[in-house]
């Protein structure tokens, strides 16, 4: 079956631009997670949803980071007024239940911030 | 605090020899401990949890409570193991969010 699918794959961006990424979980997951990855560190964890319930977006670094997947399925990730720090990979998991269930991830979006 | 540390960004071995990938951590708890890999153009994908015990592609891992320490061994690497090696955790019945190491890259000389 499909793994975890997001899109684009790549997004160059001028600065202070909106930006929004997409993630379509492996079907039937119930948890979804994303991370940012900084070019030479490892992800860093950013929001957990389970189903449509939104229930730890404690790594989210401003209040221009914004996720949402109101049908339990497809999720976005929204960044608005990007400025450069913004710059990295950001990577998609899912997991099939609550719990400490293995993540499967997707290939990321490599976003750019000039 | 929860941490992961990987103390070799890099680590450089000859086809044969043994490997040793090291992971430490610091948790206030029992957390999970994990291995995932990222190869040259593929994604992240696990390769092993210390409760399943497992051995997967002749690595292995023993989580040790008293060193705070998960490493990573396999007593005869090959070329195809050359690739990124993140060590992370999680908490158990609660915070399922993973806290990673900055990562080993490691590769293996013909």
């Known amino acids: 079956g499909a793994g975890v699918s997001q899109s684009p794959r790549y997004k160059v961006a001028k600065r202070g631009q909106d930006v929004a990424l997409r993630c379509d979980p492996i079907?039937?997951?119930?948890?979804l997670f994303w991370y940012q990855q900084a070019l030479g560190q490892g992800p860093e964890f950013l929001t957990y949803?389970?189903?449509?319930?939104?229930?730890?977006k404690s790594g989210l670094p401003s209040d221009r980071f914004f996720a949402e997947r109101p049908e339990g399925s497809v999720s976005t990730l929204k960044i608005q007024r990007t400025q450069q720090e913004d710059s990295a990979v950001y990577l998609c998991?899912?997991?099939?239940?609550?719990?400490?269930?293995?993540?499967?991830f997707g290939d990321g979006t490599r976003l750019s911030i000039l | 605090a929860q941490r992961v540390t990987q103390p070799e960004k890099l680590l450089s071995v000859f086809k044969g020899a043994p490997v040793e990938l090291k992971c430490n951590y610091s948790?206030?708890?029992?957390?999970?401990l994990f291995w995932y890999v990222q190869y040259s153009r593929q994604r992240l994908q696990l390769l092993l949890r210390?409760?399943s015990r497992e051995s997967i592609k002749g690595f292995t891992a023993d989580l040790n409570k008293g060193e705070t320490s998960f490493h990573l061994k396999k007593p005869f690497a090959q070329e195809e193991d050359s690739a990124m090696y993140y060590c992370?955790?999680?908490?158990?019945?609660?915070?399922?969010?993973?806290?990673f190491g900055k990562g080993t890259k490691l590769t293996v000389n013909p």
């Open positions: 998991a899912s997991s099939p239940n609550r719990g400490n269930q293995p993540q499967h």
């Open positions: 079907s039937g997951h119930v948890s």
């Open positions: 949803f389970q189903n449509e319930a939104q229930l730890d």
């Open positions: 948790y206030s708890g029992s957390p999970e």
């Open positions: 210390h409760i």
């Open positions: 992370a955790l999680s908490g158990q019945g609660g915070s399922e969010k993973l806290v």
